[in-house]
């Protein structure tokens, strides 16, 4: 191991310990969700039609993978600084594991799917973009009820994803080429 493999192991580990005290010292109202995105703490409410777009898309991975792969709203520390992420839908590569922390690696994650909400919507179009393109996440979605359209990123190099498709709700979303394997359908995604 390398000095410089060994100062990001332990920035790595300086950070975990402060999204950990963060996160700890947190009071979140039942209905909300807490993130932390380059240091600043988003809560923002549960919405219907947020809510109907991530179990729909669970369903559908479902047919595929086993629950113990999936998660939602469950904290990913990302690349980048105090990045602990409750992403809407992750799915982990099989035979993830742990940090000794407890939490799930972000170098397990083959697929993010984050619903926009006007509050935090730039998040999901900025930070956490380039958080997933510099941790290589292979496959990135954004379902967006306001444009009714998801964008799709793939092929993540050197931070940043070198292909986008946007495809408009009410039609599929052919990631069966990708890690993923399979074909989303958005027929029933809702709008705002």
């Known amino acids: ?16 310990q402060i999204l950990d005290e963060m996160f700890e010292q947190m009071s979140v109202p039942e209905g909300y969700k807490a993130e932390i995105v380059e ?22 991975l479902r047919s595929k993978y086993p629950r113990k792969r999936l998660m939602s709203d469950v904290r990913i520390d ?14 982990l590569a099989e035979g993830a594991v742990k940090t000794k922390s407890g939490n799930w690696r972000y170098e397990d994650v083959q697929f993010v799917a984050e619903v926009v909400s ?7 179009y900025g930070p956490k973009l380039a958080a997933y393109a510099t941790a290589e996440v292979p496959v990135y979605l954004i379902a967006d009820p306001y444009q009714a359209r998801c964008h799709v990123y793939t ?23 990708t890690p993923v394997g399979l074909t989303l359908t958005t027929d029933e995604f809702p709008r705002d």
């Open 1 to 16: 191991m390398s000095v410089l493999d060994d100062r990001i192991t332990m920035a790595d580990n300086i950070n975990e």
């Open 39 to 60: 240091g600043a703490i988003y809560m923002s409410p549960q919405r219907e039609t947020h809510w109907e777009i991530i179990l729909d898309i669970i369903e559908q």
């Open 78 to 91: 990302y690349p980048g600084h105090l990045n602990g992420f409750a992403t809407d839908v992750t799915l």
């Open 118 to 124: 006007k509050s935090t919507g730039a998040n999901d």
């Open 155 to 177: 092929q993540p190099k050197e931070g940043d994803y070198m292909t986008e498709t946007k495809v408009a709700f009410g039609q599929p979303v052919d990631l069966a080429n």
